[in-house]
């Protein structure tokens, strides 16, 4: 990972062409808090912030003349996923919490965390909405294997007030 470069600007004619080229981030002066916050947390996902009125000072690199480069394909996340890590990501999409997750597929709360972050690092989300945000957004990653309902009578009990 390699330091990011933030400008800010109060006027954004004083922003030269290299400038924007090499920043990760130009932010006007009068950005409040709230803002300022949302865009460290952009740039610390590798997202580059221009505003549009600095759009048209961009420099056009002119592409290279393209090259025949043949790689394996990366594994696809439901190529990654196991069955059971599908079942887990799908429960999550619903709202269930981890020891409701775990009674319904009979296995234990810990065992549900320890698939939760195993799904965060393949998928590559950092928490739990994330990853139901991408599981709602790729329904064809997680949605080939049948869920499985435990039956034995521990786990179909009502769940006591915590």
Known sequence: MYPKIVIFAEDFSEVTAEQI???DAVVPFTADNQMMLSLINLIRQGE????????????VEKPEPAKLVTLPLPPTPRQ????REREIIRL???G????????KIGITEATVKVHLKSVQRKIGVINRTQAALWALANPDEVN???MAMAT???NTRPLAAD
């Open 21 to 23: 080229r090499v920043a």
């Open 48 to 59: 580059r912030i221009i505003p549009s009125a600095l759009l048209h000072r961009m420099p």
């Open 80 to 83: 990654l996923l196991s069955p």
């Open 92 to 94: 999550l999409t619903t």
């Open 96 to 103: 269930d919490s981890n020891k409701l997750m775990a009674r």
């Open 144 to 146: 080939d294997v049948p």
């Open 152 to 154: 034995t009578e521990e």
